[in-house]
């Protein structure tokens, strides 16, 4: 299998903290993980995407020094929302993608999801 | 640029009757492409891919999509709808590099008794 789980499923925080979500592949190693945010009743939207052991690359309008990505080691990856905000409030899920050839055969190989993380700040 | 049109942002079926969840692509090169189902609390399932193999791709649960670059189209189909499958459903092309997904708005398919 391909597992991917998230840590914690959900959160509410006060404004102007900051919250940790990790993400962690279980059963395989993952070189690249992506985040995403979901609002409401919309679809995905890509926020960045996460290369092990390298700086994370940010998607337009995406304010890199607000959501720090990490990418430490090769099953785990972790979103921080710095000095969160109520507009910050959504619903966000990560995906890993399997190192190497072994695990896949090319880019647009199989991402992995995991079960998201519903941020509520108040 | 790609991109993904998912035309219905519902469409409700009766079990057991066919599924059509339909999407256009937009892309400069040959895409890949996916659809996943997300289900309440639940995270994202991969129902199929197309990735320049055969244009007619079955996925788990029943469902299968035609891939038509005449019509740039990738639409979802099941014959006979389960109650189960009642979930928010996303078309999905890769970009060029591979690297991310682009997802579509998604289609919210209920299935009803």
């Known amino acids: 299998g391909a597992v991917v789980s998230q840590h914690p499923s959900w959160v509410i925080c006060k404004s102007g903290t900051s919250v940790k979500i990790e993400c962690r592949s279980l059963?395989?190693?993952?070189?690249?993980m992506f985040w995403y945010r979901q609002f409401p009743k919309q679809s995905l939207m890509l926020m960045a995407t996460s290369n092990e052991g390298s700086k994370a690359t940010y998607e337009q309008g995406v304010e890199k020094d607000k959501f720090l990505i990490n990418h430490a080691s090769l099953t785990l990856s972790t979103l921080t929302v710095t000095s969160a905000h109520p507009e910050d409030s959504s619903f966000y899920i990560c995906s890993a993608r399997k190192s190497g050839t072994s695990g896949g055969d090319s880019p647009q190989e199989t991402q992995y999801f995991g079960p998201g993380t519903r941020l509520l700040v108040l | 640029a790609q991109s993904v049109t998912q035309l219905d942002s519902h469409v409700s079926v009766s079990e057991g009757t066919p599924v059509l969840l339909r999407c256009n692509y937009s892309s400069s090169y040959s895409p890949s492409l996916f659809w996943y189902v997300q289900h309440p609390n639940k995270g994202l399932q991969l129902l199929l891919k197309y990735t320049s193999a055969a244009t007619l791709v079955k996925g788990i649960n029943g469902f299968e999509a035609e891939f038509k670059k005449s019509e740039t189209s990738f639409h979802l189909t099941k014959p006979s709808a389960h109650m189960s499958d009642a979930a928010e459903y996303f078309c999905?092309?890769?970009?060029?590099?591979?690297?991310?997904?682009?997802f579509g708005k998604g289609t919210t398919l209920s299935v009803s008794s």
């Open positions: 059963d395989f190693q993952a070189t690249t």
């Open positions: 999905v092309v890769s970009e060029e590099a591979g690297t991310a997904l682009i």
